[in-house]
């Protein structure tokens, strides 16, 4: 480990314009040597070296809190030499981390038996450890104030956006109690400054489809979201459509074969014109009343009109995700579709169903102007408040596609080498989110590797080459259970390996996949717990378990320095898939006498031979760069013949330095 730096460092920051960074750092440098506050950390946090441990027990460190941060921050500025902050991102060499900021640094650290909330200040702490996994771009699951009503789990989805002008309050760290004048926007902005300082660039989660029941859009514009009978709540879900089948989507095609369903008459007749339509006079009561009393609106309108907003639910056709209790879709058009006019009711209130959802493929004609002016606003307000890199657009593939337009060019007016990251599933539409103006898309990998089979995975690699467009590669997102919960570790850093030399693709690094954590975030896709009420990070308050004595890291470092190391082979043009026996894939580059081949033994129980000689490698000049169950282990392979355990990954290369 580094050793920590004196304050040399921190006093050359007068030099430089780290601000609010700066003056987080100069606040905890005055509070250093007067230190009564402890911390209880997981020990892998100390990338510093940091010496004057007061404890150290079970992976954790006891340690004074303001000379530890003072270190790690110090240690920071002077790392940050070795980096140069460019406006343009190789995809090629990027290596993507997810990360939920209450979550990732959320621990007990007064070993109280309480876990607090993680914090922007915290998640600094982190960012050497990305550092080790090749880590360029930092994407933040959402930030924005959340609902704490209709809450799903104990603590709510951070998904339930009440304000995208205001960031959870949570987020605070109460360790910068005392920094006066100082925002919580500036903790987010100094958590950006200390990414950028190395050379990491920050993407947001921007919600522009969804926003929580009790958003304060309706305390102005309650017809901005979709409005329902408060008795229609407790059963409340999206028709069931026996003629289709199962997470069907709903294309033109099936269109009428929906709406003739006596589900969706039922379903339909559940909706309700807003409260200001429906009685305005009592709607502008209770306004003044929920006003001057601090009540809440939505159940004041619960209350006195029996009407509520509307849950939200999947758009694909029988489903069988539950509805989303805390979150209703933003009307985008104040009318119809002409897809649906002839199909609904002339005195239809407004509704959300399969097709309304999707405004890409049914957009109507009259677009809600001063809703789509707020979700522009509040585009440029993400970059010009916190200078962030670029966005995840929430389920942005089924925008209209003049509001999508009109978001990316005021983000490449702002940010011409923007991050934008289409929440796409599937990689037949690369092509589709490339146009719009993406750069990033999800893609198939989580689906794929839902089944880790040798007909599955060769089909997936298959495609890659042509794609127009980067995806993340990977087995578990944010949605998904966990790829130990599915095979264990074994399985895992195998998948980890096959997801790191990928052709237009980026390794993409859940929150504590690195350190083989168990726990999901969330299920939402596929699921394999049989809807089973598990844990579950968006909505309950947990920890990762970091002082796990396993960890990926060593591995995911080595194969990204290995990925930087052969960038010149490791190309589309270059790529080819192997034939190769039963459970085994064998996928590689090949140029100019230089080879790479990545081999994986899909079987979790059996050793399987695998000969080498078939893929014109002399069994002398290869070398076994990197085995997924040794770790960093580097030994020669003399022979025609590798013996692959089980889930075990081996690279052999040749002709390269």
């Known amino acids: 480990m580094k050793a920590y730096r004196d304050d040399r460092q921190l006093n050359d920051l007068n030099k430089e314009n780290h601000e609010p960074l700066k003056r987080i750092a100069q606040f905890i440098q005055e509070r250093q040597h007067n230190d009564t506050q402890t911390l209880w950390l997981p020990a892998i946090w100390n990338t510093c070296g940091y010496q004057h441990i007061i404890e150290q027990k079970g992976g954790e460190i006891l340690v004074p809190a303001f000379h530890f941060l003072h270190a790690h921050i110090n240690q920071l500025f002077a790392d940050a030499a070795s980096y140069k902050l460019t406006d343009t991102t ?19 650290y007064n070993h109280d038996g309480s876990i607090q909330s993680g914090t922007f200040l915290r998640t600094i702490l982190l960012l050497p450890l990305m550092k080790q996994m090749g880590v360029n771009i930092l994407y ?45 926007n ?25 926003t929580a029941r009790n958003s304060e859009i309706i305390h102005d514009h309650p017809e901005w979201v979709y409005w329902i009978e408060k008795d229609a709540l407790e059963e409340f879900a999206p028709p069931h459509i026996p003629e289709l089948g199962f997470f069907e989507e709903c294309t033109p095609d099936k269109l009428e074969t929906v709406y003739q369903s006596k589900e969706t008459a039922a379903f339909l007749e559940k909706f309700s014109l807003p409260p200001n339509e429906l009685h305005t006079e009592l709607w502008e009561r209770l306004k003044l009343q929920a006003k001057n009393s601090g009540e809440e609106l939505l159940e004041l309108v619960e209350r006195e009109m029996a009407i509520t907003t509307a849950p939200a639910h999947s758009d694909w056709i029988n489903d069988v995700q539950p509805i989303w209790t805390d979150i209703t879709f933003l009307r985008l058009y ?10 609904i009711p002339t005195d239809q209130a407004p509704y959300v169903l399969f097709d309304t959802i999707k405004c890409n493929y049914y957009p109507a004609e009259q677009p809600n102007r001063e809703l789509w002016d707020l ?14 890199d670029g966005f995840r657009i929430d389920i942005g593939h089924v925008l209209p596609v003049p509001l999508l337009e009109e978001m990316f060019h005021t983000i490449k007016q702002m940010k011409p080498e923007a991050l934008l990251i289409s929440e796409d599933l599937f990689n037949r539409n690369h092509k589709k989110a490339a146009e719009v103006g993406y750069n990033i898309m999800l893609g198939s990998g989580w689906n794929i590797m839902t089944d880790i089979s040798k007909s599955n995975l060769v089909s997936y690699l298959s495609d890659l080459p042509s794609m127009n467009i980067h995806i993340f590669a990977c087995a578990e997102t944010a949605d998904t259970p966990r790829i130990t919960s599915r095979g264990g570790v074994q399985l895992a850093r195998m998948i980890a390996v096959f997801n790191h030399f990928l ?16 726990q999901p975030l969330n299920c939402g896709l596929g699921d394999n717990t049989d809807g089973a009420d598990i844990p579950r990070a968006f909505f309950n308050q947990m920890n990762i378990d970091w002082a796990s004595p396993s960890t990926m890291i060593a591995l995911l470092s080595k194969l ?18 192997a034939d190769s026996p039963e459970d085994i894939v064998v996928y590689g580059y090949m140029h100019n006498g230089q080879k790479l081949i990545c081999c994986f033994n899909l079987n979790g129980v059996e050793t399987l031979p695998l000969t080498i000689k078939e893929y014109s490698l002399d069994g002398n000049s290869c070398v076994l760069e990197l085995d997924s ?7 020669s392979c003399n022979g025609a013949e590798l013996t692959l355990r089980p889930h075990q990954a081996v690279i052999l290369s040749s002709g390269l330095a």
């Open 375 to 388: 979700l522009i606003e509040g585009i440029r307000y993400n970059l010009n408040t916190y200078k962030v």
């Open 503 to 518: 052709p237009n693709a980026i390794p993409y690094i859940t929150t504590g996949f690195e350190v083989n954590e168990q």
């Open 629 to 635: 169950i040794g770790g960093e282990e580097i030994w």
């Open 186 to 210: 500036d903790e987010m902005t100094a958590l950006v400054e200390a990414c950028h300082l190395l050379d990491i660039k920050v993407t947001v989660d921007f919600i522009p489809r969804v």
């Open 560 to 577: 990204h320095e290995c990925k930087v190391q052969w960038k010149v082979l490791i190309r589309p043009e270059y790529f080819f898939i």
């Open 334 to 343: 104040s009318d119809f579709s002409p897809w649906v006019r002839e199909l």
């Open 90 to 108: 190789n995809l090629d060499e990027s290596v993507i981390y997810s990360t939920l900021i209450r979550y990732s640094t959320a621990w007990d």
């Open 140 to 184: 933040m699951l959402p930030i924005t104030r959340y609902s704490a009503i209709n809450l799903k789990g104990d603590i709510g989805s951070p998904y339930a956006v009440q304000s995208m002008f205001h960031l959870d309050d949570n987020l605070h760290d109460t360790l910068l109690d005392e920094l006066t004048d100082f925002t919580l």
